[in-house]
């Protein structure tokens, strides 16, 4: 098991597969050749001084050592980028959450799985927010004075204020009902 240690292969495994963990972030990616496997950890001042570093950098080293061997696959660059819980994760931990990392970087995709947009739908969204400026349409924009629960069919809103019902505005006139009568808080003829 080899090291990383030029500056384009941190990038290019940047750009590969990911999996996330309490304690860090593994990258990986494919080299494409049947060489060694090999390893880079990158851990930046955020998350301590050089000793803080310094230990989480051999806490990481000693739990790679002991799952790449079985679980690395040749030919891969493995990368791992520390967080600060890397220092208080109990080591077992570490070891199992860098199996399950190795685990998910090697698992092949589904297509079109990804949680968010792509750039093709979000392209779609904007042009048709922008075609509905140029017309003075809001799509997406809620009816002025309208309530939460309105819905609108064919045009006109349909809500329980317009029935005369539980939802009606103070102050507007109830149209007349058969099944409506009048009560002695309604200032009508007791029942």
């Given at each position: 098991?080899?090291?990383?240690?030029?500056?384009?292969?941190?990038?290019?495994?940047?750009?590969?597969?990911?999996?996330?963990?309490?304690?860090?972030?593994?990258?990986?990616?494919?080299?494409?050749?049947?060489?060694?496997?090999?390893?880079?950890?990158?851990?930046?001042?955020?998350?301590?001084?050089?000793?803080?570093?310094?230990?989480?950098?051999?806490?990481?080293?000693?739990?790679?050592?002991?799952v790449l061997p079985d679980a690395g696959r040749a030919g891969f660059d493995y990368v791992l980028v520390a967080r600060e819980?890397?220092?208080?994760?109990?080591?077992?931990?570490?070891?199992?959450?860098?199996?399950?990392?190795?685990?998910?970087?090697?698992?092949?995709?589904?297509?079109?799985?990804?949680?968010?947009?792509?750039?093709?739908?979000?392209?779609?969204?904007?042009?048709?927010?922008?075609?509905?400026?140029?017309?003075?349409?809001?799509?997406?924009?809620?009816?002025?004075?309208?309530?939460?629960?309105?819905?609108?069919?064919?045009?006109?809103?349909?809500?329980?204020?317009?029935?005369?019902?539980?939802?009606?505005?103070?102050?507007?006139?109830?149209?007349?009902?058969?099944?409506?009568?009048?009560?002695?808080?309604?200032?009508?003829?007791?029942?």
């Amino acid at each position: 098991m080899d090291h990383l240690r030029k500056r384009r292969d941190f990038l290019a495994a940047a750009k590969a597969e990911r999996a996330g963990a309490t304690s860090f972030l593994m990258q990986g990616r494919d080299r494409g050749d049947a060489g060694t496997v090999r390893v880079g950890f990158t851990v930046t001042k955020k998350t301590g001084n050089s000793v803080v570093r310094n230990r989480i950098r051999r806490r990481l080293r000693e739990a790679v050592r002991r799952v790449l061997p079985d679980a690395g696959r040749a030919g891969f660059d493995y990368v791992l980028v520390a967080r600060e819980a890397a220092l208080r994760t109990p080591f077992e931990t570490l070891v199992q959450e860098i199996e399950r990392s190795v685990r998910k970087v090697h698992t092949p995709k589904v297509p079109g799985a990804r949680k968010s947009p792509s750039k093709t739908s979000a392209s779609k969204t904007s042009a048709s927010k922008a075609s509905a400026f140029k017309t003075g349409a809001q799509p997406d924009a809620p009816k002025p004075n309208a309530p939460h629960d309105a819905r609108e069919t064919d045009g006109r809103p349909e809500h329980p204020a317009s029935t005369g019902g539980a939802g009606a505005a103070a102050g507007a006139p109830t149209p007349p009902s058969d099944d409506i009568k009048p009560t002695p808080a309604d200032g009508g003829l007791p029942a």
